[in-house]
């Protein structure tokens, strides 16, 4: 079993940043992945970002590419998303999740372990 927890999220203008946590704890094996998704009001949740529990590939949806960035902190068992640039479209809850795949997956239903979500909100 796997839990995750996320915090970070909150209120900024367009263009501004953002630091997303997500910290893992219980059996989590360094050849699972976690992911990013968000989800606003009548929509699915969409692909954030995702990579490998340890390892330096990480992909990015189009949308946020060049934007956000994943870094790590092993010695918490954190990994961080770094927001910049933010635009309104970029609101909504985000979610991070652990899956058993080794393979990073964009596939939402290959998660496993989500977290409560934390909000973020961008203003115009």
């Known amino acids: 079993q796997v839990q995750v927890v996320e915090s970070g999220g909150g209120l900024v203008q367009a263009g501004g940043s953002l630091r997303l946590s997500c910290t893992a704890s219980?059996?989590?094996?360094?050849?699972?992945?976690m992911g990013w998704f968000r989800q606003t009001p009548g929509k699915e949740r969409e692909f954030v970002t995702c990579f490998r529990w340890t390892g330096n590939i990480t992909y990015y949806a189009e949308s946020v590419k060049g934007r956000f960035t994943v870094s790590r902190d092993n010695a918490r068992n954190t990994r961080y998303l770094q927001m910049n640039n933010l635009r309104p479209e970029d609101t909504g809850v985000y979610y991070c999740?652990?899956?058993?795949?080794?393979?990073?997956?964009?596939?939402?239903?290959?998660?496993?372990?989500w977290g409560q979500g934390t909000q973020v909100t961008v203003s115009a």
């Open positions: 999740a652990v899956s058993f795949s080794s393979v990073p997956t964009s596939d939402r239903a290959r998660y496993r372990f």
């Open positions: 219980g059996r989590m094996f360094s050849t699972y992945t």
